[in-house]
């Protein structure tokens, strides 16, 4: 059984920092490349960070580019999100993701992922 559980998230002042963690379980880490979304209330889930599946490219949207970086652990079966700094925009339930692929080394939509995770919520006051 496929597991994904986030966890690092917090409430923080704009200007600050957190540090989310995804670990998998009961899959091959690496041959999945992974990624985080978050959806913010009242608003789509949208694509925040992507990682292939051996770490070696990363991709951003502008939204985010600059501020938060993804990296991934294969030892520790685990992706993070390092996220600096935050803005209140940033509000949101943050959810990670695996998905297979043979093909694409980055991930960006929604439906390229076969497994999420629970949520982990990150609140950022002005």
């Known amino acids: 059984q496929v597991q994904l559980v986030e966890s690092g998230g917090g409430l923080v002042q704009a200007g600050g920092s957190l540090k989310l963690s995804c670990a998998a379980s009961g899959l091959t880490f690496s041959t999945y490349a992974m990624g985080w979304f978050r959806q913010a209330p009242g608003k789509e889930r949208e694509f925040v960070a992507a990682?292939?599946?051996?770490?070696?490219?990363?991709y951003y949207p502008n939204s985010v580019k600059g501020r938060f970086t993804i990296s991934r652990d294969s030892a520790k079966n685990t992706v993070y999100l390092q996220m600096k700094p935050l803005k209140p925009e940033d509000t949101a339930v943050y959810y990670c993701?695996?998905?297979?692929?043979?093909?694409?080394?980055?991930?960006?939509?929604?439906?390229?992922?076969?497994?999420w995770g629970q949520g982990t919520q990150v609140t950022v006051s002005s």
């Open positions: 993701a695996a998905g297979r692929t043979t093909v694409w080394p980055i991930l960006t939509l929604e439906n390229e992922y076969d497994y």
């Open positions: 990682i292939s599946r051996n770490g070696d490219r990363t």
